[in-house]
């Protein structure tokens, strides 16, 4: 057993994917089969034929709650092919097996696993699933009002959510409605949107044409599919973009070109715990900083939480959690839009 593991069973387990080259080299043995291996692609193929492995511990503050974070080895373009879906259940099954009565979707084993609705057959009774949606949504919620705010505009904000009928989006729509924020939808097609969204749809744009987000002040990036990245032409200037997915939507070689055109880009989806110590090496911003979905995985074990949140995420259980974070002292990282930095590209 690595030493950095306990042979007490960890509270929750957080299931990730490496994102690229430098995520496999994080993980326990990379650096040797890099060493071992004659390229770069032999590497990737090499690590990428290891079976889920546990990548670090988690704890917060002086809490009995400790978590494990595990890699799916799997790259991003593997995730939703048949390797990816099987990696993620081989996940759950040694998060099982090390004694986890939590385990937490990260990134795309969440959507490779339709919401994580394919593995409830396999686990176990006392064992809960949670795909981190609904307190990303809340989060998502958040950082749109900090948005708006940092915009200073006396007059009506609109904010377009890119991926509104997904697991996130729906619930963070909605949340949005309540605010009373006009909203831009921009789903796969029209008529998902109309169907997902029919309380929504009626008195707002609806579109399936990533290059309507020129009509929002604020976007959110709510999906990683490929066929709805932005390029710097699209969003007006002087909006704010927020990018959610992993991997990321907007490439970092292109941030230039964005600030070039006075447009804001920030990395949302962040939380604060304070306390928070991981050996994980996930490239986050500061040592107190995660994922808002791994900050929901937390919450599940630390509130005893036994009801699964699979599929689209409701916004109840927003609600709900964004009540027990509040009490827990949990709160979203600011976007930093004051000063505009570049956002730091997370691992899962």
């Known amino acids: 057993m690595p030493a950095y593991l306990s042979e007490e069973p960890p509270w929750f387990v957080f299931l990730v994917h490496p994102r690229d080259v430098e995520d496999l080299n994080a993980v326990p043995g990379g650096p040797f089969v890099s060493e071992h291996s004659a390229t770069e692609e032999e590497f990737v193929e090499k690590m990428c034929t290891l079976p889920p492995t546990v990548i670090g511990t988690v704890r917060v503050g002086f809490t009995p709650v400790r978590g494990e974070v595990t890699a799916v080895l799997c790259m991003p373009d593997q995730m939703m092919r048949p390797k990816g879906r099987a990696g993620v259940a081989e996940g759950a099954a040694l998060a099982v097996e090390r004694g986890s009565r939590v385990i937490g979707l990260g990134a795309l084993t969440a959507p490779a696993t ?20 609904a307190y990303t949504a809340a989060i998502a919620h958040r950082n749109a009002l900090e948005a708006i705010a940092a915009l200073g505009s006396v007059g009506p904000v609109t904010v377009a959510v890119v991926g509104c009928t997904g697991s996130v989006g729906v619930a963070t729509s909605r949340l949005l409605a309540r605010s009373g ?17 029919p309380e929504l749809a009626g008195k707002s744009i609806v579109s399936d044409d990533r290059r309507d987000v020129g009509k929002a002040d604020v976007i959110l990036l709510l999906t990683g599919d490929t066929t709805a990245q932005l390029t710097p032409s699209m969003p007006r200037p002087g909006s704010v973009v927020i990018d959610f997915s992993h991997p990321f939507n907007i490439p970092l070689a292109d941030f230039d070109l964005y600030r070039q055109r006075d447009i804001r880009i920030s990395q949302g989806g962040l939380v604060v715990i304070p306390g928070l110590s991981s050996t994980a090496q996930m490239r986050l911003p500061d040592r107190h900083c995660t994922l808002a979905c791994l900050a929901e995985t937390y919450l599940f074990a630390r509130e005893g939480i036994r009801e699964h949140s699979v599929g689209h995420a409701k916004v109840e259980l927003a609600d709900e959690l964004e009540r027990l974070a509040a009490r827990e002292g949990l709160t979203p990282r600011p976007l930093g839009l004051d000063t505009a930095p570049a956002p730091v590209h997370v691992a899962g």
């Open 114 to 133: 339709r919401g994580g609705t394919e593995l409830l057959p396999h686990i176990p009774r006392g064992v809960t699933i949670t795909t981190g949606n």
């Open 181 to 197: 924020i006009d909203l831009v939808l921009i789903g796969r097609t029209v008529q998902r949107v109309w169907r997902e969204l």
